[in-house]
């Protein structure tokens, strides 16, 4: 198990290193001058070259991204052009928000994909697992951002019963917290729970078909205890990882929901940074997604892992 824990961890670190690279010299493709974009009216030419030699502009790019790979590893992603704040304080600051989001999502797609994944496959052929199939269908076939302007049109223009944007800290107050979260993270759930539907179905009915299952039944346990025991808990192994990778991509690949709800979270902060060419939180924000998604792999290999001995021979 401890090689294959490093295995994977050095993996990440040349993934990692890859990323910071793509990122580095795809924002020097960019037409443009960050600095005078930043600067605006203000510009003059002796804050525009305090601004140049402050970021690390005026020095070759090689020299740029070994001096921001080294500072990087120390925590240091720069300064904001635009509001001279260090970006790792920006980046976290904004991290709880997406969070939480990503976090409520997966546990209300949870909630939805399970229990129908899982009667779709044990009853298969029936009304439910033709129902869930209709389900999944229509969440992968329908954007999220559109499920997101639907309900913000139903359950806060119609009905009242939801705030359309904005966002409550959760330790500031709860309830304002879910009556807040409510919506996009249902957005964005439900496109997921026809993901992870459509998963578990197929999961369940390959164990179905298995010997040791039709053994079991043929020994005369009851139906119930031959899908607790036997099916669910080799079924689930593989969901463990579609849990894992869907949540390290919903904290990265929410930015159109928040843009949409005014969530404060780090795609937010990605858009806007983009829109004003503020390429160290730019950076800095692609940095750390890249390796939250990286570290979920990781979390997620070592769970599997332990799930299944077989993983670690490979």
Known sequence: MGRFVLRRLLQSVVVLLGVTLVVFLLLQLVPGDPVRVSLGTRFDQQTYDALRERSGLDRPLVVQYLSYVGNALTGDLGVSFRSGQPVTTIVLERLPATLSLAVTAVLLALLVAFPLGVLSAVRSGSLVDHAARVFSQFGVSVPDFWMGIMGILLFAGVLGWLPPSGYVALTDDPVGWASHVA???????????????????????EVLAEDYVRT?????????????????????????TVVGVQLASLVGGVIVIEVLFAWPGVGRLTYDAVQARDYPVLQGAVLFVATLFLLMNLLVDVLYARLDARITLR
Not at 190 to 202: G, K, N, Q, Y
């Open 183 to 205: 919506l996009p993270a249902a957005a964005v759930g439900l496109v997921t729970a026809s993901i992870l539907t459509r998963f578990i179905r197929s999961s369940v009915l």
């Open 216 to 240: 079991a039944e043929a020994k005369g346990l009851r139906p119930r205890v031959v899908v607790v025991r036997h099916v669910l808990r080799n079924a689930l192994i593989p969901v463990v």
